[in-house]
């Protein structure tokens, strides 16, 4: 896809999104299924199905995705999507690209160890390698936009409101 294609394909949603900025707002969703005996959840994808467990580092067998791995992942996948779309939208050849995401986290914390231990992630690290023949300023914007447009760093740059919330079967 080059600029000119992007612009078209994107160009009735923005048009539509400024006429009607109600249109804009998307709920997005996610299930999981929970099966207690295997400590899994599964989480239907429109690439298929994600069993998640427990990471080895809390109990589990390595054999199931780990949902703070699924995180990273996320974040991965979001940034890198972003960043093609603004390479696109910019102009800049990208010959290989790729994004690395690594996270900290004490597992005393999710294991009830030690109460004063975050539960979680606590250090996040992004890295873009480039190859392209744009110049370095070039770059430093694409990245710039890209952290700007990045749906899933932004969600956790800027934290959100979560409720959570119960209900019984009958």
Do not use: N
Request: glycine share 8%.
């Amino acid at each position: 896809m080059d600029a000119q294609q992007l612009r078209e394909l994107q160009a009735p949603l923005k048009s539509r999104y400024r006429q009607d900025p109600a249109a804009a707002r998307v709920r997005l969703h996610a299930t999981g299924q929970i099966d207690a005996q295997a400590l899994v959840c599964t989480v239907p994808t429109l690439a298929g199905d994600v069993r998640a467990g427990l990471h080895p580092a809390a109990g589990g067998s390595g054999r199931e995705a780990c949902s703070a791995e699924m995180l990273l992942q996320s974040l991965a996948a979001c940034s890198g999507v972003t960043m093609a779309a603004v390479a696109t939208a910019m102009g800049i050849e990208l010959q290989r690209a790729e994004v690395r995401v690594e996270g900290e986290m004490d597992f005393r914390g999710t294991l009830g160890i030690e109460r004063q231990v975050p539960v979680g992630l606590t250090d996040v690290w992004l890295e873009f390698d480039l190859d392209s023949p744009a110049d370095d300023a070039a770059l430093e914007r694409l990245v710039e936009l890209t952290e700007r447009y990045c749906v899933v760093l932004q969600t956790l740059l800027q934290g959100t409101s979560v409720r959570c919330r119960w209900s019984r079967s009958r």
